[in-house]
Each structure stands twice: as structure tokens, then as C-alpha cells.
């Protein structure tokens, strides 16, 4: 049974590297540490299966987030844009092209 808590813990760490964009030094210890923690408590044979169900349903919640986050830059790729870029890109898909605005200079006063 300790082989597949290997197992499963490897697929939640993979998992965990996929998601994030930063590198593994500048990640969150704090997630790390609690996987590592759940890992460690689980002695008991009786609650292998359960831990392996949860383990598993974590896993499930992980790479269905990573593949929300690639679909949702694939098919909306105005989301990270600010308010005034997300209003140009708008205007350049119908073929428009937004006026240039006046920006008040000091001399101006």
C-alpha cells in the first residue's frame, strides 16, 4: 500500500507543477508542506482507502483546473486584458479602430 501512496503522491506533486507558472523555488511552501502532511498521517490501513479516494479526487480537482485555465485562454483570450484593451480588441475584431484620446498636457493649463 506504500508503493501506491507513492504513487498517487508523485501524481499530486506532477500535478501541482503542470498548474503553477512559477518555479519551484518561488512556489508556495505552505502547499507543499500539507500534501506532505497528509501523506505522513496516513498509517492506518483502515483508512487507506478512504485516503486514496480523497488523494484521488484531489488529483481529479488539480488537472481539471489546469485544463479550465488552458480552455478559458484558448476560447476567451480577452480575459487578462484591462478594460480599455479588452474594449480595442473588441472594436479590432468588427473592424474598427478606436480614436486616439486626448491626453491633457501641463503646458495645456
Keep these: 500500500m506504500v508503493a501506491h501512496h507513492t504513487h498517487v503522491y508523485r501524481k499530486v506533486v506532477r500535478e501541482i507543477a503542470k498548474a503553477t507558472v512559477k518555479p519551484r523555488l518561488a512556489r508556495n511552501k505552505d502547499v507543499a508542506s500539507n500534501f506532505r502532511a497528509l501523506f505522513a498521517q496516513t498509517g492506518r490501513p483502515e483508512d487507506a482507502q478512504q485516503f486514496q479516494h480523497d488523494m484521488q479526487n484531489a488529483l481529479?480537482?488539480?488537472r481539471s483546473q489546469r485544463e479550465y485555465k488552458a480552455l478559458l485562454e484558448r476560447y476567451n483570450p480577452l480575459?487578462?486584458?484591462?478594460?480599455e484593451e479588452r474594449i480595442e480588441a473588441t472594436a479590432r475584431r468588427v473592424g474598427l479602430n478606436m480614436p486616439k484620446?486626448?491626453?491633457p498636457d501641463s503646458r495645456d493649463t
Design 79 to 83: 480575459i487578462d486584458l484591462t478594460a
Design 60 to 62: 481529479t480537482f488539480l
Design 101 to 103: 484620446t486626448h491626453v
